[in-house]
């Protein structure tokens, strides 16, 4: 199974911070690397598919980018409504594998 | 706009078996895939199991081969998920999920998620 480790586990920030998440994995995934979003309570909800596609609905202020190895989830610029778990999971073999999560709280 | 909706919480004792529904409907059912996927309280999302909705093929998590059942029944646009001999590891978050590509292996579409407790 390809292992996902995200960094860092947990970041506190600010409204109107800009915001970086890292995933890596294990062996190449190509850019078959996806972004989910979730709030407690909650099921996730994908941000971004195939690295860098900005699913349907979901803000601009949110990108992605990378291939192979090594990918990052950035938020341009942190909104209230940006609190939450996010997971990077890879859709390159089976069985698909997330990450740890990385929490993003208020500073 | 594709919606699945689950079935409701269960409580079961180690052993048992436990099967999970999921409707979907804004869409037409056998275009895609359905996945499941659980998460422990605290822990990160895991994969189980996927089906295609049209043919009826299935691949399933090495971990839990031989424990995991999905199903579908088309006529209702309905997936199912049972999994036997529950034990206290097993109490978790239960999702459906779509597969946009019916096996491309990501999630554009989760149901609300079915708690599944185990304990004695």
């Known amino acids: 199974d390809i292992q996902m480790t995200q960094s860092p586990s947990s970041l506190s920030a600010s409204v109107g911070d800009r915001v970086t998440i890292t995933c890596r994995a294990s062996q190449s995934v190509a850019t078959y690397l996806n972004w989910y979003q979730q709030k407690p309570g909650k099921a996730p909800k994908v941000l971004i598919f195939a690295t860098s596609s900005l699913q349907s609905g979901v803000p601009s202020r949110f990108s992605g980018s990378g291939s192979g190895t090594d990918f990052t989830l950035t938020i341009s610029s942190l909104q209230p409504e940006d609190f939450a778990t996010y997971y990077c999971q890879q859709s390159y073999s089976t069985p698909p594998t997330f990450g740890q999560g990385t929490k993003v709280e208020i500073k | 706009q594709a919606q699945l909706v689950q079935s409701g919480a269960e409580v079961k004792k180690p052993g048992a078996s436990v099967k999970l529904s999921c409707k979907a409907s804004g869409y037409t059912f056998i275009t895609y895939g359905i996945h499941w996927v659980r998460q422990a309280p605290g822990q990160r999302p895991e994969w189980m199991g996927w089906?295609?909705?049209?043919?009826?093929?299935?691949k399933y998590s090495q971990k839990m081969q031989g424990r995991v059942t999905i199903s579908r029944d088309t006529s209702a646009s309905t997936a199912y998920m049972e999994l036997s001999s529950l034990r206290s590891e097993d109490t978790a978050v239960y999702y459906c999920?779509?597969?946009?590509?019916?096996?491309?292996?990501?999630?554009?579409?989760w149901g609300q998620g079915t708690l599944v407790t185990v304990s004695s």
């Open positions: 999920t779509r597969d946009p590509y019916s096996s491309g292996n990501w999630f554009d579409s």
């Open positions: 089906i295609n909705a049209d043919n009826g093929n299935t």
